[in-house]
């Protein structure tokens, strides 16, 4: 997707959620929308203006999917085109975004499932063997050492309740 | 009076009270640096043990962890742009960048010291302005408040570089943000579609957790590289260099403590609207403004100095009215109960050690905290240099088990991975997340002062409170400043 449709499209986003807005201030009563209804209408008003500002514009100016990342992909292809190149670029770009996006999922829904103490050593201890940036051993005494200092900090220390996940009847019936 | 003075700092020389202090200030730094836990979290817990003990003991232990918060929370902004809570929100738009550059250690060093002679100058100014403020408070009412929410948000175009437009859409988005929940004016749920846990509204720090921490982290994830890496960017900075800093911007410093005293006294305006005053003033009056947000010391010293004075700030009220100036002051106001003491006039008369006890601890605290502070530096300027595949992991793990221990509900978990994601995509489209967070931060003082001055004064409230008018002037002032500015310039260089 080209530079100038990713800004577009997060425009239209934007659009659709002011005018989201508006339409839920209906329900509101004068002094409830007294700040949230002209401020949407304001929001709408700026995002037409980007929206023709941005397409108005060159694409060299809209300064997006400007992350180093980037660099190095771009470096790794010698002998092809420059467009060849940004699109190889942008497709390994998509992807780590979405391996990140995976990441961050994948911790919240440990914690819905295990719960949030032994989520923080599965998740951690998993990321470590996925990357095999250290040896399993050094892994687990990390990970082992992540999850202590945390439990004894937050529980122990802080004494904050542990959100269980689906394990609560089990934590329960052990309790 | 010097009697009081002597007998306060003896008060805190007993062995009890210097382990307390101790205790306190280390306490203080861990809980700081944990996201989305500050100084209220760390006075609330410590409560509970606070019996039975000396007076001056106690209160250096609930004090004196609390102004350890100010800098810990400042150590995760600057080194990785995680902010310890809503305070140390500022510290990431400077000292993040000079981290980036191998200028971690400056950036620590500056920000001790900043809010080292922050923390001193609010104590000073506390123990001569106590009997001067009574008329000051009483003098201000909402629509002098409204007028300083208005007169934080002319930071925005500060942080709008690139594209005005865009950092106007942020802000109008995070005011909007913040009015999820149950409006406490009119009793009205908005934009809470029925939930139960969207009536409390989006907590602060949990917002932040997501559109800080969370989106920086998938970042680092993408980019599998450390936030410095070693290879490219050396540590060039020394500590020296963050000490001389803050020393060389005394006026700033000045500037800064007297802003931060200042927010403090007012009842109910915070320590973060603090943090994000003083950067706007910093920026505003700087000969370079372009400077800020790639990396400028300025950035870093102005908040640290003004969170620093912003305790002294707010003891004023506590101590001389018994309305506490913010959440903390509201924790210590109970441990005054609970301790026999009673807040008011009297406590310049009969309790006069005790207040000099509080101006003592609060200087002790921070030379403690800076100490111990640039002791520390140097083992911490190298975390930024660890691998992202021990980053990542860990920091995601601490940033959701903190959103989650904000309040106990694993619905913060999905608002920290929500904003997560949002701070990702708004860093990438340049819609400032600084823009959105302060947006964030005013909408509700502002909501609040315009409708309680509506009600009071009717639609011309300005004209009828001089001195909001003589605000609303200033705030027009300093908005059009930096435009003026720009024109002038650019005029210059046509002339040239």
């Not at chain 1, 980037?70 to 998509?94: D, I, L, S």
């Not at chain 2, 102005?302 to 620093?308: E, F, Q, R, V, Y």
Request: contains cysteine.
């Amino acid at each position: 997707m080209s530079r100038r449709a990713q800004e577009n499209l997060a425009a239209a986003a934007l659009l659709a959620l002011f005018a989201g807005v508006i339409w839920l201030c209906q329900d509101f009563g004068p002094r409830a929308r007294m700040i949230p209804l002209p401020l949407a209408v304001f929001g709408i008003v700026l995002t037409v203006i980007q929206i023709l500002w941005q397409n108005l514009r060159s694409t060299d100016e809209l300064h997006i999917d400007m992350i180093p990342v980037q660099k190095p992909v771009a470096a790794a292809t010698p002998g092809a085109g420059a467009g060849a190149e940004a699109n190889a670029a942008t497709r390994v770009t998509w992807r780590r975004e979405a391996g990140a996006l995976g990441i961050v999922g994948a911790l919240l829904g440990l914690i819905l499932v295990t719960g949030i103490i032994p989520a923080v050593f599965l998740f951690t201890g998993g990321y470590f063997v996925v990357t095999r940036q250290y040896s399993w051993r050094a892994s687990l005494i990390y990970t082992a050492v992540l999850t202590a200092a945390v439990y004894l900090l937050f529980v122990v220390a802080l004494q904050v309740q542990p959100y269980h996940g689906l394990l609560s009847p089990l934590v329960e019936s052990f309790n | 009076m010097l009697e009081a003075i002597a007998s306060g700092l003896a008060a805190l020389l007993t062995p009890q009270a210097v382990l307390f202090m101790l205790i306190g200030v280390i306490y203080g730094l861990v809980i700081g640096i944990l996201p989305g836990l500050g100084g209220v979290v760390a006075m609330a817990l410590l409560l509970p043990f606070t019996y039975g003990f000396e007076k001056a003991a106690t209160l250096a232990l609930l004090l004196g962890a609390h102004i350890a918060t100010i800098w810990g929370d400042s150590v995760t902004s600057i080194l990785f742009s995680v902010p310890g809570s809503a305070k140390g929100l500022a510290l990431c738009f400077d000292g993040y960048p000079m981290t980036k550059q191998g200028q971690a250690k400056r950036a620590l060093a500056a920000s001790a010291t900043g809010a080292l002679l922050g923390g001193l100058i609010g104590a000073v100014f506390l123990a001569l302005c106590i009997p001067l403020i009574r008329p000051v408070i009483l003098a201000l009412g909402p629509s002098e408040y409204l007028m300083m929410a208005l007169w934080g948000l002319t930071v925005i175009a500060t942080f709008s570089q690139g594209s005005l437009m865009k950092g106007l859409i942020a802000s109008v988005l995070g005011v909007l943000a913040a009015f999820i929940g149950m409006d406490v004016v009119t009793a009205t749920p908005r934009f809470t579609f029925g939930s139960e846990f969207l009536m409390d509204g989006i907590s602060f720090p949990v917002a932040m957790i997501g559109l800080f921490a969370v989106s920086e982290m998938m970042k680092l994830a993408i980019q599998g590289t450390p936030i410095v890496d070693r290879s490219l960017v050396t540590e060039v900075s020394t500590m020296w260099q963050g000490i001389k800093d803050a020393l060389r911007h005394w006026w700033l410093v000045v500037r800064s403590s007297l802003l931060g005293l200042w927010i403090g006294v007012l009842p109910g305006v915070g320590a973060s609207v603090a943090g994000l005053a003083a950067y706007a003033q910093a920026v505003q009056t700087s000969k370079t403004p372009e400077r800020f947000g790639k990396g400028a010391v300025e950035g870093v010293i102005a908040p640290d100095a003004t969170m620093g004075a912003n305790e002294g700030g707010g003891l004023m009220p506590t101590l001389a009215f018994g309305i506490p100036g913010g959440e903390s002051m509201a924790i210590l106001l109970v441990a005054f109960i609970s301790l026999g003491i009673v807040p008011g006039p009297d406590m310049l008369t009969k309790n006069l050690d005790l207040v000099f006890s509080l101006v003592w601890i609060i200087v002790i605290a921070n030379v403690l905290v800076t100490v111990i502070g640039l002791g520390i530096t140097p083992w911490l300027a190298r975390l930024p240099s660890l691998h992202a595949n021990l980053m990542v992991p860990i920091v995601l793990s601490v940033c959701f088990v903190g959103a989650y221990a904000t309040r106990g509900r694993i619905e913060d978990v999905w608002v920290a991975t929500v904003f997560g994601v949002l701070g990702y995509l708004m860093d990438k489209y340049q819609y400032s997340r600084a823009n959105f967070v302060i947006g964030m931060v005013l909408a509700v003082m502002i909501e609040r002062n315009l409708h309680i001055s509506l009600t009071l004064y009717g639609k011309d409230f300005l004209l009828q409170r001089p001195i909001a008018l003589a605000m609303f002037a200033f705030v027009l002032f300093t908005a059009a400043l930096p435009f003026l500015r720009n024109w002038r310039r650019n005029r210059k260089v046509v002339a040239a």
